[in-house]
Structure formats: C-alpha cells, structure tokens
C-alpha cells in the first residue's frame, strides 16, 4: 500500500498482515549531507521503491509531545536542525532498515 508523505506510520509488506512500521527516521544535517554527498538517499529509492520526502525540523528550545526519537535526534542535533526522512512506496520496511544500518 502507498501511504500519504504526511503519514508516521506504513502499511508494508510485512510477514504479518496489517503489522504497522515506522515510515520515517530522524537524522542531523552533517547526516543528511554525507547521505546526498553518497547518493545514498537516491539509491535507496532505487532499489527499494520507494520514495523519500526529506523536511527540515527546527525547535526551539525542547520538542514537544511524546516523540522521543525527535527528542533523540534533537539532543544530538549541533545546528539546531533535524531532518525527517519520510519513506512511501513499496518496500519502506526494508528501505528503512538500510537507512538505518546507513546511519549507524
């Protein structure tokens, strides 16, 4: 299923029907450069069909809510600003998860 770019949460073809994932990650923007400077954002729309909306985040002072990765990301943000990757498209579980392994 295609999910809106405004949604958090994804159904993906998952072992388990209607299993939910996290169609977005936080990152920081030294991050962020590396991924578009390694082209890794655009190859892993390529090989996981999907397509990855990026947004910059900027907080003053403490996030509101009970979001903790942007807490997270927030706390070790140096600029200030956190970029929200948001993933749609046919495999967002497994794009996901090398953007991850990516940013680890």
Known sequence: NVTSPRSDLSRSSSPVPGTKVKNYMYIQTPVKD????????YKCQRHSRVHIDVTNITVQ???EGEDNDLKKAMDA????SVWKLV????????AIEWLEKQNA
Do not use: A, N, Y
């Open 34 to 41: 590396d991924m578009l400077r390694c082209h890794i954002l």
């Open 61 to 63: 002072g403490r996030p």
């Open 77 to 80: 943000s140096q600029d200030g």
């Open 87 to 94: 993933v749609t498209g046919l495999e967002v579980k497994k």
